[in-house]
């Protein structure tokens, strides 16, 4: 992936001094016209599409936004209530991530979303315990879970 982006830049910049405009725009074109040559050219490089990464990336971002406005309202309405009838509870979640910083990112991510936390990781990173402020469905938050953050952490490590 670093390879593909140096070349990207590299591209760039020869596009730069071939049109002898040495500006911003000029580079910006240059850098839309090297994504175009690579991915052209992508199959022979032995990873994937560095764009499709940074594609991931964003698509990670703007989900952490919209489960974080989600569980905002949803801890909103928790608190205004005039009776307090919520169920805090801790569970297990056994992850499909192998990396450390995978492991980081994901427990960074739930215990930033208001009403979780990860209070503890095991010894072989595969299981990560969760405290939550409302618990219904252990599995159905477990799902939420797998189904958001893991599967998007997932499509930007691999």
Not at 9 to 26: D, E, I, K, Q
Not at 70 to 96: H, Q
Not at 118 to 130: E, F, G, H, P, T
Request: glycine share 4%; aromatic share 12%.
């Amino acid at each position: 992936m670093a390879f593909q982006i140096l070349l990207n830049v590299v591209l760039a910049l020869v596009w730069m001094f071939l049109s002898h405009s040495y500006n911003p725009s000029s580079f910006i074109v240059g850098y839309l016209l090297g994504i175009l040559l690579l991915l052209g050219f992508r199959k022979f490089f032995n990873s994937r599409f560095y764009m499709q990464r940074v594609w991931a990336v964003i698509k990670l971002f703007f989900l952490f936004i919209k489960e974080l406005i989600m569980a905002n309202i949803s801890v909103l309405k928790v608190i205004l209530k005039p009776k307090l009838d919520m169920k805090p509870g801790i569970f297990a979640l056994e992850t499909e991530l192998k990396n450390p910083w995978e492991i980081t990112l994901l427990a960074n991510l739930i215990t930033l979303t208001p009403g979780t936390l990860v209070i503890d990781v095991s010894d072989d990173n595969k299981v990560l315990y969760i405290h939550a402020m409302d618990i219904n469905d252990v599995q159905s938050d477990i799902d939420a879970i797998k189904n958001s953050f893991e599967k998007a952490i997932m499509e930007v490590s691999r």
